[in-house]
């Protein structure tokens, strides 16, 4: 039976590890706030600069999961799944692309135009080559996350999988991720679509 | 040509994204891909729209680009040889 060992969420402008918040910056844009996130958390990633605003939710909630112990110190890169879902696929940066298109148009904002781009930002930086999916759908969907990531965890292969919500539209950003394993101490909360309604709230 | 170069540093960082960077971390021929500035081919694609933006520069071979983006120093080049009067 695997379990949910990890959580975390960021909404409010605020991150939230394991249901206790450790970083909020309520002035200044959404940009500011990410930035400073990444500050907060002592992690130097260059790269993080350049990604949309979905991905660097995406990348500062994986690494809340991870950062006390990374994923391949326990697993091999095809043991772990990303399963992500959001409502608004990757349309904060499709708008920002258009508008850069009335001048010129960005390269660096095209290559963000797609819903999974921030799966694979998080593959990157953690090095996950396993299964991995995006959905979109109107709003959370617990029971949806929790049938796929059971179906993904049923494989011999998935030993560990990270799943969750990473949305943004403009200024309205809402991330839940946690971390499933096959192999956890005992008393981890069980991964149920219950379960998730009540971390998500 | 020092000014078109201090311009640039700042230019090219705005317009990359390199927040972890100053203008004056950024030496006037510090090769700016891989072991230099560590950047990228998008980034290539975003200084060619900086050439056109700033500078009204269309690159008229993109085969050229690895000669002229090889450094701050030899964008400054190109652009003072280029640039329309």
């Known amino acids: ?201 | 040509m020092e000014q078109l170069m201090a311009d640039l540093k700042k230019q090219i960082i705005e317009a990359l994204n390199l927040k972890h960077l100053k203008p004056e971390d950024i030496g006037d021929d510090q090769p700016l891909f891989v072991e230099g500035l560590g950047l990228d081919s998008i980034d290539a694609l975003e200084l060619i729209v900086l050439l056109q933006q700033h500078y009204n520069i269309k690159l008229a071979n993109p085969q050229d680009g690895p000669q002229i983006f090889k450094s701050v120093k030899t964008i400054a080049e190109y652009i003072r040889a280029n640039q329309p009067s």
Not at chain 1, 126 to 132: L, R, S, T
Request: glycine letters at 6%; a negative charge.
């Open chain 1, 1 to 201: 039976m695997s379990a949910i060992t990890r959580y975390c969420r960021i909404h409010n402008r605020t991150l939230y590890n394991q249901g206790q918040p450790v970083f909020t910056q309520a002035e200044g844009t959404l940009d500011d706030f990410l930035d400073a996130a990444l500050q907060a958390l002592s992690i130097p990633y260059p790269k993080f600069y350049k990604m949309d605003r979905a991905s660097k939710l995406g990348f500062l909630g994986a690494e809340m999961l991870v950062k006390d112990a990374p994923l391949l110190s326990r697993y091999a890169p095809e043991q772990v799944a990303l399963v992500l879902a959001n409502a608004h696929a990757s349309l904060d940066t499709d708008i920002r692309y258009y508008e850069s298109t009335k001048t010129l148009a960005s390269p660096a904002l095209f290559v963000y135009t797609l819903a999974n781009i921030v799966g694979g930002e998080i593959c990157i930086r953690q090095g996950i080559k396993g299964e991995n999916a995006f959905f979109v759908t109107p709003a959370f969907d617990p029971d949806l996350l929790h049938t796929y990531v059971e179906l993904v965890m049923a494989t011999d292969k998935t030993q560990a999988c990270m799943a969750g919500w990473v949305d943004v539209l403009g200024d309205q950003h809402d991330v839940f991720l946690y971390l499933l394993e096959k192999q956890q101490p005992a008393g981890m909360p069980e991964h149920t679509a219950e379960q998730l309604r009540k971390l998500y709230q």
